[in-house]
């Protein structure tokens, strides 16, 4: 006799941190938490970039876009404020879907506010994720 798993509260998440330690822990929570069904994991905001290019394009199905995106703010080569402001540009027709929630170490008051200026921004997060944060959400 098997035990059925309850349904997740969301089908697809997206981890987009340069720091693998926080994305396992991140990781680790979420599937503790039934939080999702699925989640990608992107150490590069150009790979995560990319991926969900191909959303855009390929009209895959809905379930399978993310529909929260926990998203770093400090990391090279492209920060989170970048991230978003690329995503929106390049990807209109997912961009709407899908909830962003800044994941941050930072505790700068300014990355705050200038984090809920953006467009499709949900919430403002200091890591690591907690049950209590998923709870919220």
């Known amino acids: 006799m098997s035990v059925k798993k309850p349904k997740a509260k969301y089908a697809t998440v997206m981890l987009i941190d340069d720091s693998e330690i926080d994305n396992f822990i991140n990781q680790k929570m979420v599937e503790g938490c039934n939080f999702a069904?699925?989640?990608?994991?992107?150490t590069s905001s150009k790979s995560a970039l990319e991926f969900l290019a191909n959303f855009?394009?390929?009209?895959?199905p809905e379930e399978l876009i993310p529909e929260i995106l926990f998203l770093d703010i400090n990391m090279p080569i492209m920060?989170?404020?970048?991230?978003a402001e690329e995503f929106q540009k390049s990807c209109p027709r997912i961009y709407?879907?899908?909830k962003i929630?800044?994941?941050t170490s930072s505790l700068n008051p300014v990355d705050q506010k200038r984090a809920m200026l953006v467009r499709g921004v949900y919430s403002f997060l200091n890591k690591p994720l907690s049950k209590d944060h998923l709870d919220k959400l």
């Open 101 to 103: 929630v800044f994941l």
């Open 96 to 98: 709407d879907k899908i």
């Open 79 to 83: 920060d989170g404020f970048q991230f």
């Open 37 to 42: 069904d699925r989640i990608y994991v992107h």
């Open 56 to 60: 855009e394009r390929a009209h895959l």
